[in-house]
């Protein structure tokens, strides 16, 4: 019986995995990703309109931190949404390829009812195509499925593979696969992490990053 001490199999990276992902082993997901550069310029803060930015955001040793609570204004005076202090990723729109969010998140004891990171824009009734949810201490894909338990107060990392042509979505959680899911269509899409106040929010809600990166498919 052949085993992976064969060496006469032709076995490549690929291969390898797919056998780890099968197994539920943590893999690197960025294997055949392009590392794009990423700095400030790439990227801006969306916070309440009428407060300063220094209020609800900070960055300091590497670390972003984005804070903002349930009675706060939405991004704009006339904005229908509810409260958010976010990183949208506005250097890398996109509308066809395959693209990827890398990130390590920390989401404090507490903070609920919030979206932490999403891939902006859809077709249809739809204004995003992915949500990473908490709801008391449990990471969700909307809040349809839950994908992680158990998330406070630690640090972890997010990949989230937007494949455009192919319509589908992948978010790997400290490099196990843990959702797949159809995209949503859409003519052009961005990346965003922070918080995104949604029903049943606390009333103080807040996320770390740091480790940003944005990557594409070589081709």
Partial sequence: MASFCD???????????????????????????????FNTSFYHIQKPYNLPETDRYSFFSG??????????KPLSKNSPT?????????????SSGVWQFEGYGYVPCGTSGVCVMQVFGAGGNHATTLMLRVYNGTLYYYREAAIVPNIYDR?????????????????YIDGVLMYE???????????????????????????RWKGIKI?????
């Fill in 181 to 207: 899911a159809l995209g949503r269509g859409g003519k052009f899409h961005y990346f965003k992490c922070g918080v995104y106040a949604q029903n049943d929010d606390s009333s103080y809600m807040e996320s």
């Fill in 63 to 72: 670390i972003h931190k984005l804070w903002v609570y349930s009675t706060d």
């Fill in 7 to 37: 060496l006469s199999l032709p076995i490549t990276i690929s291969f390898l995995l797919l056998v780890c992902q099968s197994f539920g082993w943590p893999i690197d997901p960025t294997h055949g990703f392009k590392q794009l550069p």
């Fill in 215 to 219: 990557l594409k498919k070589s081709d």
């Fill in 155 to 171: 640090w972890f990392r997010v990949n989230v593979i937007h494949d455009v042509d192919a319509s589908k979505i992948k978010v």
């Fill in 82 to 94: 509810k409260p958010r202090t976010e990183i949208i990723i506005s250097g890398y729109y996109y």
